[in-house]
């Protein structure tokens, strides 16, 4: 099982961008997906998740600019995100607590590759 992270990139203050992170491999079921970033000098610190029935949940630095959503066919989670500062900087990862067909101890949090994100004033 992997996870493959991308949409990350430059923009400007006020812009927007789109991140993706798609699941991939002998996955029987995906429980909560989600999204965590880590700036420069700082902890990695969670942004938002999203459960299978589609409950989410927001870290107040990002309530009402960042929208996270999934296809679960797809196996995938999404974090649309919208007025950005250069206070969002940070290489993004995403992560899902997935059920693989080899898991036979339950479900396991797997970890995306991180993509950066650079907002500039």
């Known amino acids: 099982v992997q996870l493959q992270a991308s949409g990350g990139g430059l923009v400007q203050a006020g812009g927007s961008l789109r991140l993706s992170c798609a699941a991939s491999?002998?996955?029987?079921?995906?429980?909560?997906m989600g999204w965590y970033r880590q700036a420069p000098g700082k902890q990695r610190e969670w942004v938002a998740h999203?459960?299978?029935?589609?409950?989410?949940k927001y870290a107040d630095s990002v309530k009402g600019r960042f929208t996270i959503s999934r296809h679960n066919a797809k196996n995938t989670v999404f974090l649309q995100m919208n007025s950005l500062r250069p206070e969002d900087t940070a290489v993004y990862y995403c992560?899902?607590?997935?059920?693989?067909?080899?898991?036979?101890?339950?479900?396991?949090?797997?970890w995306g590759q991180g993509t950066q994100v650079t907002v500039s004033s």
């Open positions: 491999g002998s996955i029987f079921s995906i429980n909560a």
């Open positions: 992560n899902a607590e997935i059920l693989a067909y080899s898991d036979y101890d339950g479900e396991h949090m797997y």
């Open positions: 999203i459960l299978s029935d589609g409950g989410t």
